[in-house]
T-cell receptor, first 117, second 113 residues
Framework: AQSVTQLGSHVSVSEGALVLLRCNYS??????LFWYVQYPNQGLQLLLK??????LVKGINGFEAEFKKSETSFHLTKPSAHMSDAAEYFC???????????????FGQGTILTVHP | KAGVTQTPRYLIKTRGQQVTLSCSPI?????VSWYQQTPGQGLQFLFE???????NKGNFPGRFSGRQFSNSRSEMNVSTLELGDSALYLC????????????FGPGTRLTVL
């Protein structure tokens, strides 16, 4: 079974500081990994996606994530936080194995990012 | 292209009633997935439809059902509502393959009193 663990339900940083949100996954087959962001009272917006083409994935708004198979991790980073980055972030995994994998994303519990001026 | 749309955005129902939520996918997308989001359980997969057929289903009771129409629009229905069904219901559409990126709608906020 696939699972995702996000370490830290709340992360607080100062504006201009490095953002690091942690995600570890468990998957018995090659995973497809995603980071989504959710602003209050909105749906999920895709930040970036890993599909095995490259281990370092660049996304929107200056975010990037690195896939490390040996550590089963897919941490999200941004060099310099902006006030507008305050939101909840979700790591998710899917896989290509038919049957019970169809259309299913398995999400982590989410990390709320707070950015202080 | 227009994004995923969901109607209504907000609903208030009482226990025992039933409710139908609607989702219109991005044009050309044939797969629609539904999720329930609650503070306690997080984001949980309900089911996925492709070409009017349910291909996958999460671990929810039979009170939760759905369907997909020939234009890929999808509806989900919850019968005999319980207080615990209060949640944000999100639908997402994708092209076809189960590893294609899912694009989410704004959600329907259901409150059961």
């Amino acid at each position: 079974a696939q699972s995702v663990t996000q370490l830290g339900s709340h992360v607080s940083v100062s504006e201009g500081a490095l953002v690091l949100l942690r995600c570890n996954y468990s998957s018995s087959v090659p995973p497809y990994l995603f980071w989504y962001v959710q602003y209050p009272n909105q749906g999920l917006q895709l930040l970036l996606k890993y599909t095995s083409a490259a281990t370092l994935v660049k996304g929107i708004n200056g975010f990037e994530a690195e896939f490390k198979k040996s550590e089963t991790s897919f941490h999200l980073t941004k060099p310099s936080a902006h006030m507008s980055d305050a939101a909840e972030y979700f790591c998710a995994v899917s896989y290509n194995a038919g049957g019970t994998s169809y259309g299913k994303l398995t999400f982590g519990q989410g990390t709320i990012l707070t950015v202080h001026p | 292209k227009a994004g995923v749309t969901q109607t209504p955005r907000y609903l208030i129902k009482t226990r025992g009633q039933q409710v139908t939520l609607s989702c219109s996918p991005i044009s050309g997308h044939r797969s629609v997935s539904w999720y329930q989001q609650t503070p306690g359980q997080g984001l949980q997969f309900l089911f996925e439809y492709f070409s009017e057929t349910q291909r996958n289903k999460g671990n929810f009771p039979g009170r939760f059902s759905g369907r997909q129409f020939s234009n890929s629009r999808s509806e989900m229905n919850v019968s005999t509502l319980e207080l615990g069904d209060s949640a944000l219901y999100l639908c997402a559409s994708s092209l076809e393959q189960n590893t294609d990126t899912q694009y989410f709608g704004p959600g329907t906020r259901l409150t059961v009193l």
